[in-house]
């Protein structure tokens, strides 16, 4: 059973950063396409930002473009999800989820189901 930890969460100021961080427990995420999601309070789980194992193209949502960018870090070990210029619409709790089928490679997709395990989620919180 492969467990995600994400980590990086907390209170920032409208226009600040934040930089969350996805971690394998005892197992490196180089080979497995990552996506990045979150939930709003009272609305459903979104993707945000994802990539393919290969790492050639990352997808984000446009809400988010030019502001996040999704990475691998520490040899590919771990995945991060840099948050720049951030809004008070980006509040939320920020899952990571990894596909272990090998199926997304050059690409990745936002669909929920195509995701094997997730973490617990942090929160990020965003005031104006």
């Known amino acids: 059973q492969l467990q995600l930890v994400e980590s990086g969460g907390g209170l920032v100021q409208s226009g600040g950063s934040l930089r969350l961080s996805c971690t394998g427990s005892?197992?490196?995420?180089?080979?497995?396409?990552i996506g990045w999601f979150r939930q709003a309070p009272g609305k459903e789980r979104e993707g945000v930002a994802c990539v393919g194992s290969s790492d050639r193209n990352a997808s984000y949502i446009d809400s988010v473009k030019g502001r996040f960018t999704i990475g691998r870090a520490n040899a590919k070990a771990t995945a991060y999800l840099q948050m720049n210029d951030l809004k008070p619409e980006d509040t939320g709790v920020y899952y990571c989820?990894?596909?272990?089928?090998?199926?997304?490679?050059?690409?990745?997709?936002?669909?929920?189901?195509?995701?094997?395990?997730w973490g617990q989620g942090t929160q990020v919180t965003v005031s104006s």
């Open positions: 989820a990894l596909e272990d089928g090998f199926l997304l490679f050059n690409y990745c997709v936002f669909d929920q189901v195509e995701y094997d395990y």
């Open positions: 005892g197992f490196s995420l180089g080979e497995y396409a």
